[in-house]
């Protein structure tokens, strides 16, 4: 556990500068230069060195934004966890742990954004609620039904499929950054913050791109059938080459609506998780 | 006069005052200025603006002027009349002409007509400008500070405020968008925070004939050419100075430039509201070779400032020619290619296909101008209708949609992109011999133009009444103007997420609209207050 | 998938912003910056600042001295100034980074000597001006030192002995 957690500290330091990368990527995607591949790493820096400004809701609003982060980075530091054993090794418990971690730092998010006073926030919020209903519980059954060993070919591969596209949905970015959305609520969610607290948002949002990164990753491991070191040198070579993947297809593509959101995801994943029923329930 | 014009103008009654080539001046009773109205409404004839002059020095009377334009004639019927200054009220044409709602108010604000028969409100002036003083009137001085008055906020702010700055809008403007859940079921719109009064600047001491061009192109930081052009048309036609055809040819290309970096920039700030910022930032780097093109044909990268009355003045010459040939030819080839990946975006079809519809019959009540209009199914551009400088010579296509949504409006502009490439290498190619501009000219005072130009967002109107060295009325109706009245129909209906995209889809230019309001909230709006809180 | 067409149009563009300003900006032959007046050719004569649409060149006389003044910040880059000077004394240059954090750096000013006449001892006006008028349009040393009311009067006297009417 010890080593996994040295690991963890390793990989959360390099999230940040993943992040740089990905600036980078989408700057060359649209032919400019873009910012140093330090820049996330420069911003937080800057913003934990900023006066402390607390929004309308005070200790309250703050706790949860913090909360929010932490329980992130124990589902981070999890998720690390897991990928020095391969997910086939993992347990049903950590599986159930991950999905219990992840539902409430996106419960937290959710009511740090109704509970401002600010229609952006609050429409903002209704949006991340809408969404995260779409596609996270559909998440949580191709992720234990993973860690369960199904041996059968199709059921595996449905649910790998659910759980890339849930994890992509995850990372929040384009078409799914509608909670966020600049242009339509300026910020929405993030709206009310300033200062250290919007660096720890900005940490949050970044741990979300990294436990989406990782979790794909990891898809792709237990079907490769890594197992131990193998597992955790694939883990930290694949996790940039996914996140940089998340990159490119964020920005070939504009964003979504709430409701053709809500739509698309929730026919695909329905479709793909009643195929995944009836293959589970033949056992193939 | 032709026939069909004959017949109208009869029709309407009153006094013929003047007839010039593209203007009819015809002075209309108070009692039947509605019927007039009416009748050329009916008979095809789209409103323009209205304009208020203080003409007490001339001939004793507040004058009132109401632009009618015949696009199928290409003939302007102007309205004249007159109002008493002892009594300064008139009758109001909005019930027969929706699209005079905002001049009257801007009328009433600035010059203190009263309009009969109609709802009131302030609509260019601050909330904190004392009441009876009207800075159109002669007497008031350009440069006078009136006292502020402190009021009571009438209102309280409710429902989604769009503006005065957000992320989606580029300047100051306040939207308040009413929704239940995430469907906008209605608008109200408080504009004018950026007036800034330059049509009584034009006219007082501080400026002459020359400098106002000057003044004109910083109406507005995209199409300031447009502004600048339109107001020398007027000045020109009005003083009947000749300008050299060769000056003519240069002012459409640099307009048409000035359409090309336009239409790029909308495009791009399409593509990054709808979270498409790989077609922002291309369309911008495609729209960079215009800007340079620009700088190279007139010494700036916007407010060209080579508009003088008689002619321009940069003369073109073989490397400038050739310049403008291979960037247009570069821009075509590269806008093309983005234009296919940018239609072929998933999220932009089904965000841009029926969202902000605007009928034909309500774009028609309306009178909108532009790309506005040309999605709505109205064949109307003033370069085909009006033909002016040197665009009676190109051919080029005029886009037309019937669908009224926001994709229509986007290939409008996609299209306009490609004509305009055209015309520009027409124009080039029939640039004539010559000089550029005529230094000697008179401009006798007391008389009247109307000048429109085809701006990228539509139809700009510009009514000179020349004075002694300087404009003794100068009005500017920009394309906004027009089309932020239709925006209440486009976004009633339409989903919250689409309204940035929605509002932007007029192209709007709010500086360009708000040379001088505030719109009060009417109470029976208020019941959805309660639906946002709830949502 | 003509999606992925934008990611070809990225490739085969490369890199289109600059490192401003540690890269030359991009500036064509024909741009024009902020005007730069010559002091040694101005004759204080004033056709710039009354063709100047924002007012940013001003003409002030204290009596002694009148000072042209160059204010940067109002500016248009309009080049009309340069355009009238009858003693092509302005120039317009490429100058564009012009901020500055302070308000005198913005502005520039030719400082112009006022003569007198010699005779009633009014204004006539700058030094400069009058050297200008002297060399295009050669009068006598004893006329360019007069004010125009003096010099028609002196002229008008010099006339009258000449043809032998109106003396005493």
Redesign the interface.
Known sequence: MLHSIAIAILQLALAPVYDGVERKV?A??????GPPVLQTWYDLIKLFSKEVVIPVGGGWYTLVTVLEMLTLVTASILLVHVSTVGLAQATIFEAVIFIVLTGIATTLAIMRAVSQNN??S??GG?REFSLVLSAEPFLAVSLLLLVSGVEAAASRAIAALILLIAAYVVSGR??Y??AE????L?SGVNIELAGPLLGVATVSAVLKKFISATLTVLVFVLLGGLSGLTSLTAVALLTPLTWITHT?VS??????????AVRFLYTTLFILSSMLLVSYGLGV | MKDEVRTIVEKIGGVVEEVKKSEIYVRIPQQTVRTAARLLYDSEAYFKTCVGVDEREVNGFYTIYHIFGLDSQGVDIVLKVLVPEEDPQTSSIVSEVPAADWCELEIQDLLGIKFGGRLTKRLVLPEDWPDGVYPLRKEFRYDEKPSRVIREELHEEAGIPVGPYHPALHEPEYFELYVEGEKVVDVAYRGFHVHRGIEKLAESPRFTYKQVPFLAERICGICGFVHSTCYIMAVEKAADIETPERAEFIRSIVLEVERLHSHLLWIGVAAHLLGYDAGFMHAWRIREHVMVLAEYLTGSRKTYGINVIGGVRKDLNVDKIDKTMKTIAQVREEFKKLADALLSIPQIKSRAVGTGVLTKSEARALSVVGPVARASGLYRDVRKDYPYLAYGRVSFRVPLYTEGDNLARLLVRVEEVFESIEIVKQLVDLLPGGSVVVEEYDIPPGRKAVAAIEAPRGEDVHFVITGLGRPYRWRVRAPTYQNIPALRAMLRGTPLADAPLTIASIDPCFSCTDRVLVVDIETGRKSFIKLVRGG | MSIAKILEIALKTGRVTRKYPYEPPLLTSEFRGAVRIDPSKCWGCGACVKICPPNALALRNSGKEATLEYFVGRCIFCGMCAEVCPAKAIEVTKEFELSSTSLENLKSRVIHRLTRCSSCGSLVWTEAELKSVVKSSPIAEEYAVLCPKCRKSKFARAASIRIGVGSE
């Open positions: 989408r060359a995607i649209h032919t400019r230069i229609v952006f609050v429409l209704f384009v078409p950054d509608i959305a600049e242009p339509e300026a490119v920005t070939l593509l504009g964003r979504s609506r709430v409701d053709l």
